[in-house]
């Protein structure tokens, strides 16, 4: 019996020895790693795929990717890679200047490259004499998947010393490259050699605003991309909320840009990850495409569909124009926008019944789908006191005025809902409290909160502040008590019988995210994103269709509709609505340039002159082909002309809108007969 079961355990434990050294035999392939190896001669490690290959040198930093189609060229370190604060002083760094830098390879099994330690940073004004300080930085580069994409991620080590900045990895050698494709408004390309001097952001003069992330101006999306021949890559931020990117582009060119990280309340923090995707043949439609995939990868990406399931209301909005009523204007006075020569112009006020008139005559012109936005209904009028705007304007009705509007929309079958904001923080508001105001890190000028950064602005202490819109002087409200302020106005109105269908919360989806350093209640630029979403979605339980400005990319999970962006500055391209136009509804256009509405599929406007014959019949395609499109994804655009006057977009359905704007013409196939202006928007 003993000699039977030693012979059991014998025979079990050379099973499992062969099941071992089956294991240890497997190959890479075989359990799904990339078939990626890494080897070094001196100084240069290659990163060596079946694809792309990647060269770096260990001395200078710089990196060189090879693929099937052509190279891509990253420059070596420079002296402002690092921005660092340590001790109170501000310096900059040359990251091939540590002391220390160690490489080896580094592979986690589903991406492979090498791992590069940085340390023994050294500076010479600091306070406590020590020429060296507490700083590394920890560096990746990896090829991940079968498209061999290359990821680079950062992460940094901090003691008392923090990063500021980091430019890294560095911007592409421009040299080579016909465009670059940025996603700021709704897409632009920009040539290598575009006569003008250009730039996202800044508009010159006393404005001192810079690229940042989530600002509609500087990136609608967190991508951009290069076309070289038939060749192209994408460079897509995997971590956006504090990133921004280098930029520079003379007039004549080339262009510069390369990955920013921003530091996130004084201190670089967590790790940082951008992606770099190579097409052999593609442009901007492929790059676009590329970053579609990668939103609906990370659950960014929610679609109509989706949004209609969850709230039913918002199906009315497709092929619904959209109007805009205002109340009252109320110019403060004192304020940068009030007029001293002519008062005639601070001040005007239509009622909410002859808002009421207005709607029941269009009504009467045949006009039977409007979704109506309400502005100017605060108390003292359009962007004044927020975020305490109750009671509704007195001198326009009142809540009772406001109370007949609501009814008479219901009335008529219109959609109604109220411009309303959330950030702007007026010191003349009821609940304004310096210590619910968005501070900055210190005090030392100027304020680096934008729009202030461009209109001119001053700081009380560590509070930025501004006065250019019509209320005065304001801060910014800490994103943190924007929920509770939201839903305080709106249980007010429910006491009074208003209960709107949405909300348009101004600002959120164009400003960026701002951080707060008040020690009591600190605010990262994630926590503003987080505590701004609670805002679209107590609007969406609670009301129903969600709205807001503009739309960077990071709303669109929590919004049905955005307004308008503004056109390319160099050659427009539609990289958003290729992206999301089946996610989140835009006008592309409104009334200023029709021809791009219609390219788009962009939903209908109601004209200022509704007895223009002309921009009804217009209105009515657009609304027509919303009513087609507007649940189904861009699959293309392209430019029918060198001259790129004559477009053509591509819907899944197979529908195309080709425009012609030399002649002011479009053409929709399959053909959309024109509703008749009796059967209108039935």
């Not at 990626?36 to 990717?65: C, E, F, P, Y």
């Amino acid at each position: 019996m003993n000699t039977c079961r030693f012979g059991c355990t014998l025979l079990v434990l050379f099973h499992v020895l062969l099941l071992s050294v089956s294991a240890q035999k497997l190959q890479r392939e075989e359990w799904g790693a990339p078939q990626v190896s890494v080897s070094h001669d001196r100084n240069h490690w290659v990163i060596q795929g079946r694809k792309n290959k990647v060269t770096l040198n260990g001395s200078d930093l710089a990196m060189k990717v090879e693929t099937r189609s052509g190279n891509w060229m990253m420059v070596p370190s420079s002296e402002n890679d690092l921005l660092v604060n340590s001790e109170g002083v501000e310096f900059s760094l040359r990251l091939s200047n540590a002391r220390n830098i160690n490489i080896k390879p580094y592979d986690t099994g589903y991406k492979t490259g090498v791992k590069i330690r940085l340390e023994g940073f050294r500076h010479s004004n600091l306070k406590s004499k020590r020429s060296e300080f507490d700083l590394a930085l920890c560096l990746t580069i990896c090829l991940e998947g079968n498209e061999e994409e290359l990821v680079c991620e950062a992460v940094a080590i901090e003691g008392v010393a923090r990063i500021r900045q980091l430019d890294w990895p560095k911007e592409l050698d421009a040299s080579g490259v016909d465009c670059t494709v940025l996603s700021n408004g709704r897409g632009n390309l920009l040539p290598r050699n575009w006569p003008d001097a250009y730039d996202p952001i800044n508009k010159g003069g006393a404005d001192k605003s810079f690229v940042e992330s989530n600002l509609i101006e500087c990136w609608s999306m967190s991508w951009w991309g290069f076309q070289k021949g038939k060749s192209a890559m994408i460079v897509i931020v995997e971590t956006p909320d504090d990133a921004a990117y280098k930029f520079r582009h003379p007039a004549g060119g080339p262009t510069v840009i390369g990955p920013r990280w921003r530091a996130s309340l004084g201190k670089l923090g967590y790790p940082r990850s951008v992606r770099f995707s190579f097409f052999a043949e593609g442009n901007y439609v492929d790059m676009a495409k590329r970053y579609r995939r990668h939103v609906m990868d990370k659950g960014q990406f929610v679609s109509l569909k989706e949004k209609i399931a969850r709230q039913p209301l918002v199906a009315q909005l497709i092929g619904t124009p959209h109007l805009r009523q205002s109340i009252k204007r109320n110019f403060k006075p004192g304020s940068f926008r009030y007029d001293v020569k002519d008062s005639a112009k601070n001040y005007s006020v239509t009622t909410f019944d002859d808002r009421v008139r207005q709607l029941r005559a269009l009504k009467a012109k045949g006009i039977n789908r409007l979704y109506v936005t309400l502005s100017g209904w605060p108390y003292l009028g359009y962007d004044r006191q927020h975020p305490d705007g109750l009671p509704p304007a007195p001198e326009a009705g009142g809540w009772d005025g406001m109370k007949r509007w609501a009814e008479a929309c219901k009335e008529l079958g219109f959609l109604y809902n109220l411009h309303d904001q959330y950030r702007d923080y007026y010191i003349d508001a009821p609940s304004y409290d310096p210590q619910f105001a968005v501070h900055e890190e210190d005090t030392a000028n100027p304020a680096k909160a934008f729009p202030g950064s461009r209109f001119g602005f001053w700081k009380e202490g560590s509070i930025p502040f501004m006065d250019h819109w019509d209320g005065g002087a304001m801060s910014y409200l800490s994103a943190r008590f924007a929920p509770g302020h939201l839903a305080k106005n709106y249980r007010l109105m429910f006491q009074h019988g208003i209960r709107t269908q949405g909300s348009y919360l101004d600002v959120f989806g164009y400003i960026p995210p701002t951080e707060d350093f008040n020690p009591e209640h600190p605010l990262t630029r994630t926590d503003c994103m987080k505590y701004q979403a609670e805002c679209f979605t107590w609007v969406r339980n609670n009301l129903g269709i969600v709205g807001t400005e503009d739309g960077a990319d990071w709303v669109v999970p929590y919004v049905d509709y955005c307004n308008e962006a503004s056109a390319g500055k160099c050659i427009s391209v539609p990289l958003y609505t290729l992206v999301y136009h089946d996610a989140v509804m835009t006008p592309e256009g409104e009334w200023r340039d029709p021809l791009r509405s219609i390219l788009n599929g962009g939903y209908p406007v109601l004209p200022r002159d509704v007895d223009n014959k002309k921009e009804m019949d217009l209105m009515l395609q657009i609304s027509a082909l919303h009513e087609r499109v507007a649940l189904m994804e861009m699959t293309n655009h392209e430019f029918l002309d060198e001259k790129r006057r004559k477009e053509r977009s591509t819907f899944a359905d197979g529908t195309t809108v080709t425009i012609d704007r030399d002649a002011g013409t479009f053409e929709i196939q399959p053909e959309i007969r024109p509703p008749d202006r009796s059967e209108s928007n039935k």
